[in-house]
């Protein structure tokens, strides 16, 4: 797997941005929170936790109690990639994760995000 800098990036810096992006367009910090629980398998408590230990997203994804298999379901492009071609399981798992909160921000409604 290529090394990229953003798996050693701290999630709980890249999380604010999450929360700021669909904040602007009148969507709510639970409802990201709603999709990282859904996506893998944190609850609020373990989720938070991650944010105050400020793991990096390698650590983030490897520690997720169980990715949600439906995940798979998420197509489209993110970054002028198609997310379900990407190849390295990581970059495919933030991928995962960015293109559901870009859908959120683009105001898709919450049960066609979590399919």
């Known amino acids: 797997m290529a090394e990229h800098k ?4 701290s999630f709980s810096k890249v999380y604010p ?7 602007r ?4 910090k639970e409802e990201v929170d709603k999709i990282i629980r859904w996506l893998t398998g944190y609850s609020d ?3 938070q936790a991650q944010i105050e230990k400020e ?5 983030f994804f490897d520690q997720a109690p169980e990715l949600n298999p ?8 993110i970054c002028g990639v198609r997310v379900e071609d990407i190849e390295e399981p990581l970059m495919q798992e933030i991928r995962y994760m960015d293109k559901m909160i870009d859908e959120l921000a ?10």
């Open 6 to 9: 953003i798996y050693k990036m």
């Open 17 to 23: 941005l999450y929360i700021k992006k669909v904040e």
């Open 25 to 28: 367009k009148d969507r709510t």
């Open 45 to 47: 408590e373990a989720l």
């Open 55 to 59: 793991v990096n997203f390698e650590e």
């Open 70 to 77: 439906a995940r798979r379901e998420v197509k489209g492009v």
């Open 106 to 115: 683009k105001g898709k409604k919450m049960e066609k995000i979590l399919r």
